[in-house]
């Protein structure tokens, strides 16, 4: 079974940037057999797919709001995924979470970016 730890979040100002990341263990290969996704959830509202990445990295996805700021990238070899977010803004306020796509293993704790001056 796999398990997911994300790291890396903080406060920062909005404008700036922010690397967070995901780190995997167990479950044998099935980290590097699944596409993944960076997933996030503000206060008030429901989780959202942010990002995904095929299980080799060559092909990326993004959702709307953070298409051109957000890169999504990963180290199969390392069991790690990151999350390159530039251009923060306010409304990028939220816990995120990195899962499979589609969803397939327990949630993590999440990390909580919090954009503000």
């Known amino acids: 079974q796999v398990q997911l730890v994300e790291s890396g979040g903080g406060l920062v100002q909005p404008g700036g940037s922010l690397r967070v990341s995901c780190a995997a263990s167990?479950?044998?290969?099935?980290?590097?057999?699944?596409?993944m996704g960076w997933y996030r959830q503000a206060p008030g509202k429901e989780r959202e797919l942010v990002a995904v990445?095929?299980?080799?990295?060559?092909?990326?996805n993004y959702a709307e709001p953070v298409k051109g700021r957000f890169t999504i990238s990963r180290d199969n070899a390392k069991k790690m995924m990151y999350l390159q977010m530039n251009s923060l803004k306010p409304e990028d306020t939220a816990v995120y979470y990195c899962n499979a796509n589609p969803i397939r293993f327990s949630w993590g704790q999440g990390t909580q970016v919090t954009v503000s001056s």
């Open positions: 990445i095929s299980t080799g990295g060559s092909s990326t």
């Open positions: 167990g479950g044998g290969n099935s980290f590097s057999n699944n596409v």
